[in-house]
Each structure stands twice: as structure tokens, then as C-alpha cells.
């Protein structure tokens, strides 16, 4: 083994991880804001609201992630809608994300017992309370584990930024081994740095289920 | 002034009507058992009463304030303790956080305060030494004890109670029966829908039997359970006795 062309492209390794690590912190956090905003829109259970955020899901689930980044990134200029390459990347990474995390939240929810919700009810708990205090911590618990599937899926998926020009950690491999060689120095590298950005969700995500699961048999 | 006053009220799903104009009150202290077959409207009649279910006509009161406001129906529910087949404690919190949730979230009250009423009222209802449990660690009576117990928590006016004893085992229904009994000698109002006749006959001041969507008969116990005069109370009666 000779790691010597990953040690001398090692600023440029940073960079790309750093753009890997921006990508997949907007997927974890915007996406879930936005499935989680979602998730709470379709509670209301309001029918005309409810097919908009339906056709959403469906929609960016439906299609793949890299026809999105082509989209937006070069189709919605055709439209006289211009769209630089970060915005590009946070529109089209978040919004495929949330539609993923709004269906692990909804069916979060609905494993709430609906009588639960309806004691909080007649017990003049508000809606944002019942929210709150009885749903939420309820519906996390069952939407952890997938919760972290999708997280992890999608931090893969952001190498797909690179059609769109982003010198993200895969696009930057690959370059690194056309041009040295040493591909199996520079994949393991490069797969060691994907797993520091995706261990410490996983490990998280377990100390938050021992935590809920503290909080109730 | 009644307490409770239901006026024309009227509730449909879809085509199916289910309350069919409504009228009746409920006196403070009062104890009402509401009896009839099974899809004559005796849950959707309670269920209306705290907005669990809209109505489409009608109006209805508890102490005077209207559930046709949002904000009167806020203050209604405040006034109104209601109690379930199904117990619905919230499974993630323990007993205690149960009886102090709407507590503190709904009346404001602090922590201390919170803790001191719901002891208070788990003892009432003999289940002090289970503060710290979860309600999947309590038998069914526990749990719809517990469920009393976090109604009374609010210090309503009135209490609703739905089938509270129909989950049971056979041998646990006495222990909710028991609570029961004693909060209708407290002085509470009460309206209860129930299947258990000697209940009725016992505690009821008064008994409503429901039948497709309507009151069909409102009397003492002695009147509707020991001689009604309708064929429909008969017959139904006469199945109750048969099984
Ligand atoms: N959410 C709902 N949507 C549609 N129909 C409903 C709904 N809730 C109740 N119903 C119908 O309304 C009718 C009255 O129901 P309700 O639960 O009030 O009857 P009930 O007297 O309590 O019966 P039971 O003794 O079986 O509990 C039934 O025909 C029932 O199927
Ligand atoms: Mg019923």
C-alpha cells in the first residue's frame, strides 16, 4: 500500500469531504424540517392541502434523485428560472429528503393510539400540546430507526451532486485515481471519510432510542 | 340551572343520522346512566358534549357556556372529565406524568402543586404506590383508575363515562365500579353510559334509554330498568336478562 497520492491530495480531500459534509447536513436537516413540517400539515387532515402534500411525496419518491438534480440544475433555466449549482444542490437534496422523512414521520404518527390523542383532546390540551406532549414523542420513537435508513441512504446519494459539478468526496476519487492510480488506497480513504459523517448519526440516533425507550415501557 | 342542557341537537356521519334531535339536562349532582342498544347514539351523545365530535344543529351548554365558540368549547372541556372503554392513558408517561400532564399544560398549574393533587387523587383511587409506572405495567382496572384519576386531575364539573367497565375481565370490573360509586356519593355529576344494570339501578338518580338517535325514555331507574312501560325497554331488557 502507498498512501502517498492521498497524503499529498490531502487539502483536496478535505475540501470534497467538507462539501460531502455541507450536502448531507442540509439533507439531514432541511430535509427534515421539511418532512417534518409535512408530516404535521397532513395531521390536519385538510383535503385539498393534503393532496398537494401527497402528490409532493409521492412525486420525489417517485422519481430518482438524480433526475431532480438535472431538473432543477438545468431544467428550470429553460423555464427562465435560474438556479446556481448550490441552490440547485439544497432545493433538489432537501425536498427529496423530506418527502422521505414526511412518510417515516406520518407513519410515526399514525402508530399513536387515536385514542390517546382524543384523552388529550377532551383533557382541553391544545393542538400544538397534543403535538407536543403526546404524539411527538410517541411517533419518534417509532420513526428512529427508519429515520436513520433514510439519513444514511441519502448521504450516499449527495455523490450524485457531482452531475451538477460538485467536487464531492466521490467525484474527487475518482479524479484522485485516474490520475495516481491507488485506487484501493484512495476508496478505503474515502469510504473511512463517508463513515465518520454517517457513524455518529447512527450512534445518535441509538442513544436517543434507549433514551425514549427509558421514558416509557 | 341545569348543568348540563342539550337543545335539538343533532349529529349525522354521512347519511347515517346518529343523534336525532337531543334534548335533555342534566341538574349538578345529578347521576344519569344512559342505557340502549348498541349504535343508538349512547357514545356519540357523550362525544358531542366536549366537541370530540361537531355537531351539524342544535346547541349545548355546560354551566352555562356554549360549545358552539372555539373558545367556549376550550372552557367546556376544562369543566368536563371524560373516561374511556379503552382507558387511553398516554403510554409514555408514567402514571404520574399522566394525572399531572393536562395539569400543568392546561390549568398552569406548577410542578408541585400538579404532583400534590394527582397523589391525592391516586390515592382516592388506591393506587398511590404506582406513581412511578407505566400504564403497560398495570392491569386493565389500574389503568381505568388511573384514567379516573387523570380526569378528576382537571376538578370538573361534570364527569362522562363511556363503557368504562366493558374491557374488563369480569374481575376487575367491581374495582372501577367501586370508584365510580364513590364519586357519585362525592356529589359529582355524572353522565354514564354503561351495560351494567345493577349499577344503574344502584347509583343512577335517573336513567335515559337511547334508541336510533333519540331519547326514548328518561325516568328513575325503578321507572325504565324494574317496569318500563315501552315494548322497545322491554324487549331489550328481556335480551340483557336473557345472556
Ligand atoms: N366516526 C364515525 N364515522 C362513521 N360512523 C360512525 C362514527 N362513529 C360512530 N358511527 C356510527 O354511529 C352510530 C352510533 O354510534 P355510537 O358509537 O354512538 O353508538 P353506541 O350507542 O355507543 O353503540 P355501542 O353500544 O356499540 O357502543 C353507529 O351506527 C356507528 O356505526
Ligand atoms: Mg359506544
Not at chain 1, 137 to 154: D, F, H, K, N
Not at chain 2, 84 to 106: C, E, P
Not at chain 2, 173 to 182: D, F, H, K, Q
Not at chain 2, 213 to 220: F, N, Y
Request: aromatic content about 8%.
Amino acid at each position: 500500500m502507498d498512501f502517498t497520492p492521498v497524503w499529498n491530495a490531502r487539502w483536496l480531500l478535505l475540501d470534497s469531504f467538507l462539501t460531502t459534509l455541507l450536502l448531507s447536513t442540509i439533507a439531514v436537516v432541511v430535509g427534515t424540517l421539511v418532512g417534518a413540517i409535512v408530516a404535521v400539515l397532513r395531521t390536519l387532515n385538510v383535503g385539498i392541502l393534503n393532496v398537494v402534500l401527497r402528490a409532493y411525496v409521492e412525486l420525489f419518491r417517485g422519481t430518482p434523485l438524480l433526475m431532480q438534480l438535472f431538473f432543477v440544475y438545468f431544467g428550470l433555466p429553460m423555464l427562465g428560472v435560474n438556479v446556481d449549482k448550490f441552490w440547485a444542490a439544497f432545493s433538489a437534496i432537501s425536498l427529496y429528503t423530506g418527502a422521505y422523512v414526511a412518510e417515516v414521520f406520518r407513519a410515526g404518527v399514525e402508530a399513536v393510539p387515536r385514542g390517546q390523542v382524543e384523552a388529550s383532546t377532551a383533557l382541553g390540551l391544545t393542538f400544538v400540546q397534543r403535538l407536543t406532549y403526546v404524539i411527538a414523542p410517541q411517533a419518534l420513537r417509532v420513526a428512529l430507526p427508519p429515520l436513520v435508513g433514510v439519513y444514511v441512504s441519502v448521504i450516499k446519494d449527495t455523490s450524485l451532486a457531482t452531475v451538477i459539478g460538485y467536487n464531492e468526496l466521490m467525484r474527487r476519487a475518482m479524479e484522485l485515481v485516474l490520475q495516481y492510480g491507488r485506487p484501493l488506497e484512495i476508496f478505503l480513504v474515502v469510504g473511512i471519510l463517508y463513515f465518520i459523517i454517517c457513524f455518529p448519526i447512527s450512534k445518535f440516533s441509538e442513544w436517543l432510542e434507549r433514551r425514549l425507550a427509558r421514558n416509557g415501557a | 340551572m341545569p348543568l348540563l342542557t342539550m337543545n335539538n341537537v343533532h349529529k349525522r356521519f354521512g347519511a347515517l343520522t346518529v343523534l336525532n334531535g337531543i334534548n335533555m339536562s342534566v341538574e349538578a349532582g345529578q347521576v344519569a346512566a344512559v342505557i340502549g342498544p348498541s349504535g343508538s347514539g349512547k357514545s356519540t351523545l357523550l362525544r358531542v358534549i366536549n366537541g370530540l365530535e361537531p355537531i351539524e344543529k342544535g346547541t349545548i351548554e355546560v354551566d352555562g357556556v356554549s360549545t358552539a365558540s372555539l373558545q367556549g368549547l376550550r372552557e367546556v372541556r376544562k369543566q368536563v372529565g371524560m373516561v374511556f372503554q379503552q382507558f387511553n392513558l398516554f403510554s409514555h408517561l408514567t402514571v404520574g406524568g399522566n394525572v399531572m400532564l393536562a395539569q400543568r399544560l392546561v390549568l398552569r398549574r406548577d410542578k408541585s402543586e400538579a404532583e400534590k393533587r394527582a397523589r391525592e387523587l391516586l390515592a382516592r383511587v388506591g393506587l398511590e404506590e404506582k406513581w412511578g409506572s407505566y400504564p403497560s405495567q398495570l392491569s386493565g382496572g389500574q389503568q381505568q383508575r388511573v384514567a379516573i384519576a387523570r380526569a378528576l386531575a382537571m376538578d370538573p364539573r361534570i364527569m362522562l363515562f363511556d363503557e368504562a367497565t366493558s374491557a374488563l375481565d369480569p374481575e376487575l370490573v367491581g374495582e372501577v365500579l367501586g370508584v365510580m360509586r364513590s364519586l357519585a356519593e362525592s356529589g359529582m355529576t355524572m353522565l354514564v353510559v354503561t351495560h351494567e344494570m345493577n349499577f344503574a339501578r344502584e347509583v343512577a338518580d335517573r336513567v335515559l334509554f337511547m334508541d336510533k338517535g333519540s331519547v326514548l325514555a328518561d325516568g328513575t331507574p325503578e321507572d325504565i330498568l324494574v317496569r318500563p312501560t315501552d315494548p322497545r325497554i322491554q324487549q331489550f331488557m328481556r335480551r340483557l336478562t336473557e345472556h
